[in-house]
Every structure is written in structure tokens, then in C-alpha cells.
């Protein structure tokens, strides 16, 4: 059965507990798994292998129905939160919030970000098995047209991201998550291209939420390396006050970095079909950051192709970006005012639920607020239209 989709959230979290999907983990390596345990203070946290103690599960985020001033970002428990429940419970949510459908995203601070501190790579690699198997044969399989699930790929080798990529495409999901670059390094390499042409053949999308490498200001710091230039003397380097990179997303927010990578390392010249979704990244600052871009990227090719030997781009910088980069947009005015500078096929509405983002259960009135002067074709094409076409979902 088809489904009339008006308005489609294309970022939304499963808050879940590992108790959810622990079992499907191999039963030698169950014990170490994710596991939820109680604080003194009486709220739940995570314990997670090569953490030193656990996490105080990321409550900040559990606000949706929470009003503002009554919640406490401490001592709460899963169960408490909406958007932690069971799919049935999870359809509810959203037919309350006007929702027909939401692609979701992992719990990603207490999810894929932090489960790489897991030093064992066969532990880590079942984590993200199960958890993928869970979300797809026990999770959306209840509600499929409603429940669009994203599995998680391990950040450990490019012969493990394909594999996993592979798998989440037989298991029928739409779509995966990075967390960093498919080789597992913080800087895009021809190695990655195994993983591009894999998806590519497979018909599943590529998302990223964020930000590529987001341990990086969380849980540690910045990566001395972000790119890796053709040519590179160490005497000329060490003299450079910023690299080639850096200089072109001065101005913007962490997400202009991980898709400046991409852009400069011409992967988009050798896969013209590829998108990617970048999810929560807020959008009011894009256009900004594509005209300075454009202009930092003409002022200083010059010197970065003869001392970095770095290939000049058949291109604008921006006009990869509005060929292949999709991005959420919450409720956010001055991004729906901006949305020709980005281009309306390629801005996706998102609710962030259950978030401290979000606005449930009441989003529906307040985007009719926001969009009331934003012609019919367009508002379609940004509530539901731009997401059917990326994660290839039936419409009635």
C-alpha cells in the first residue's frame, strides 16, 4: 500500500535503550555490549566499554513534551522521555505532531559517536550489526512506509563500511549514516570510492548527521589532519599559518568542513549521481558560506595547486554543493526566506524529535506559520516532496 505523504520529518532520533537490540549481539561478546545502568542520582546512564565510567545518558536532548522551565537535563529515565518507546508508541508521536513519516537517525551522541570509544573492533563491528538488525527486522518493519531507518557504518576499515553498506541494503533499509569518511580516517582518500560506487550500485542513500568525525570538540580534539594533498613539503606546511581547506570554510559552522572534504577531493566528478543528505545542520548560514567559499577557493587555488599539488575543480565549489547536497531545515524563518540561494530541491523539513529542537506535539501549527507565503509547489517539495525522492519512498 501507498502512502499520501504531506509532510515527512527528515531527521528524527531512537532515544532507545541497547537493551532494546542486545541481545541480537553475539553471545561470547553480550556482557561487553552497551548496557544501561541506574546513577545515584536515580537516572539512567551507559556503560560502555573504554569509557572509565558511564555516561549520563544524553537527557538533554529528551525535551519533546516537556515544557520549557519543567524538565531537568539530569536523573531522568528512557522510559520517561517521549520518542523511547515501542514503534506503536513512536506512530502515535507522530500522527500527534502532524507527521506521516520520520527517517531515523541513531541516538548519536549516546549511539554511533560514542561506541566507537569501543577498542575491540569485533565488538564493535556486532554493536552496529545488531543494532541495524534490530532497527530493520523489529523496529520499522512494524510501519514501514512511516518508519524510514538509517544503519549505522562501522568507522574501523573500507572492506568493514562496504560490507556493512551491503548489508543494510539486503536488510531493506533506505539509507546509512556516516559517522566518518568510509575508510575510517578523518580526511577523504581513493579508497573511499569502493564505498561511493558500492552505494551507488546498491540504490541506498548516503546521509551524514552533522558533521564527519563529530568525537571531534565532544570528546576530544580537532584533527591535526583534514585532508591530504597531493604534494606536501613538510618545510612548506609547517610555514602555512592554515591549510588549503581551512581557508575556504572560515566562515562556516562545523558541517562546511566535512562537506569542503568531500567537494575538494572530486568525488563528484567521479560519481556524478551521488547525493548526500547532511541532517541537522541548520541552513540560514549555507548560502553565506557558498559565496564566501566560491570567492576563498578563487583568491588561493593558486598557490594550493602549485605547493599542494592540489587539482583544480572543473567547478565552483558552491555549484557541487547545490548539485549534490541535500539539507534538514527545522523552524527556521530565515532559512524558508533563503531557500533560493540553496535551491528548494534540495531542502529537506526535519523535526529533530524527541530532541531539545524539536517542537512536539505541535509542529504542524507552527510550520503553517512559517510557510504560509511559500507557494504550494515549493512548500510540498521541502515538507515531503525532496525526501520521497531521496530515500526513494512510494507515494500514492
Not at 531527521?11 to 542486545?22: S, T
Not at 523511547?84 to 502532524?98: A, C, H, I, N, Y
Not at 565549489?317 to 539539507?327: E, G, K, L, M
Request: with cysteine; aromatic share 10%; glycine share 8%.
Amino acid at each position: 500500500m501507498t502512502t499520501q505523504y504531506r509532510l515527512i520529518s527528515s531527521d528524527g532520533h531512537l532515544e532507545v535503550p541497547p537493551e532494546r537490540w542486545r541481545e541480537r549481539v553475539p553471545r561470547h561478546l553480550r556482557e561487553r555490549a552497551p548496557r544501561t545502568v541506574r546513577l545515584p542520582n536515580g537516572g539512567d546512564g551507559l556503560a560502555i566499554e573504554g569509557l572509565s565510567s558511564p555516561m549520563e545518558a544524553n537527557f538533554l536532548d529528551l525535551r519533546a513534551g516537556r515544557p520549557a522551565g519543567q524538565w531537568q537535563p539530569f536523573g531522568l529515565r528512557v522510559e520517561d522521555a517521549a520518542g523511547t518507546g515501542s514503534p506503536e508508541r513512536r506512530v502515535k508521536e507522530q500522527q500527534l505532531d502532524g507527521i506521516d513519516a520520520e527517517v531515523l537517525f541513531p541516538a548519536m551522541l549516546a549511539g554511533p559517536v560514542i561506541w566507537r570509544k569501543i577498542q575491540d573492533d569485533e565488538l564493535y563491528r556486532a554493536v552496529i550489526r545488531a543494532y541495524n538488525e534490530w532497527l530493520a527486522e523489529d523496529y520499522c518493519s512494524v510501519a514501514p512506509d512511516r518508519l524510514i531507518g538509517i544503519g549505522v557504518i562501522p568507522q574501523t576499515n573500507i572492506s568493514d563500511a562496504v560490507s556493512e553498506l551491503q548489508h543494510c541494503a539486503k536488510l531493506g533499509l533506505k539509507a546509512i549514516v556516516l559517522g566518518n569518511f568510509p575508510s575510517g580516517n578523518d580526511y577523504p582518500s581513493l579508497e573511499d570510492d569502493r564505498f561511493w560506487s558500492a552505494a551507488l550500485e546498491a540504490g541506498i542513500a548516503v546521509t551524514v548527521h552533522t558533521k564527519l568525525n563529530p568525537l571531534a570538540g565532544v570528546a576530544g580534539p580537532v584533527p591535526a589532519r583534514l585532508f591530504v594533498y597531493p604534494k606536501e613539503d613538510p618545510a612548506i606546511m609547517q610555514r602555512m599559518r592554515r591549510g588549503f581547506l581551512e581557508w575556504i570554510t572560515l566562515f562556516g559552522l562545523p558541517p562546511a568542513v566535512s562537506i569542503a572534504q568531500i567537494v575538494l577531493s572530486g568525488v563528484f566528478e567521479r560519481f556524478p549521481a551521488l547525493k548526500i543528505f547532511f541532517a541537522e545542520t541548520r541552513l540560514g548560514w549555507v548560502p553565506f558560506w557558498l559565496e564566501s567559499c566560491d570567492l576563498w577557493y578563487q583568491r588561493h587555488i593558486g598557490w594550493a595547486h602549485d605547493y599542494l599539488g592540489l587539482t583544480l575543480l572543473a567547478h565552483r565549489p558552491s555549484d557541487y554543493v547545490r548539485d549534490h547536497i541535500y539539507f534538514s531545515v527545522q523552524y527556521e524563518r530565515v532559512a524558508v526566506e533563503l531557500r533560493h540561494h540553496i535551491g528548494v530541491g534540495k531542502i529537506m523539513f526535519a523535526t529533530d524529535f524527541p530532541h531539545i529542537e524539536c517542537e512536539w506535539p505541535t509542529s504542524k501549527p507552527l510550520i503553517d506559520q512559517i510557510y504560509a507565503d511559500v507557494p504550494d509547489d515549493e512548500r510540498q517539495r521541502i515538507w515531503a516532496g525532496n525526501a520521497i525522492e531521496f530515500f526513494k519512498l512510494a507515494k500514492a
